[in-house]
């Protein structure tokens, strides 16, 4: 079973080149089926800098869950050790942006859309996930 495809979210169709530590921009893009242009430059408005190398939770909370009105699903407590990792058979169908260590992801239906596959091999913890529906 694939558990990986590589996406850049539109990103190079979008012109841009080379790499970068846009993540969030992507994971968005990705999740939510919305051109990588478009949320780049509402990221970039709503943080008033370009999201190119990162977007702060102050930023991308408030945007997934207001502007798009996608609901937050917390995986782990503070003191309660990881319970969900980046693996198909622990994470909800459908369309999610998974909040990992530093990282941003989008998951479809148990496989990682992004430009690398984070999950090392199924032990990455999983913080929590936005959904469109409301999956819990």
């Known amino acids: 079973m694939t558990t990986f495809i590589s ?52 930023i991308y909370k408030p945007y997934l869950e207001d502007k798009l009105g996608w609901i937050w699903t917390p995986t782990m407590e503070i003191g309660t050790g990881c319970q969900v990792h980046l693996r198909p058979d622990e994470l909800p169908t459908g369309r999610l942006v998974a909040r990992l260590s530093r990282h941003l992801t989008a998951v479809i239906d148990g496989i990682v859309h992004d430009t690398h596959n984070p999950s090392r091999d199924g032990t990455r913890c999983v913080y929590g996930y936005w959904t469109s529906t409301g999956l819990r």
């Not at 080379?18 to 993540?23: K, L």
């Open 7 to 58: 996406n850049d979210g539109g990103r190079a169709a979008a012109g841009f080149r080379g790499q970068t530590g846009d993540c969030v921009t992507r994971s968005i893009a990705i999740a939510t089926e919305t051109p990588y242009l478009e949320v780049y430059n509402d990221l970039k408005t709503l943080a008033g800098e370009s999201p190119r190398k990162g977007v702060s939770k102050k």
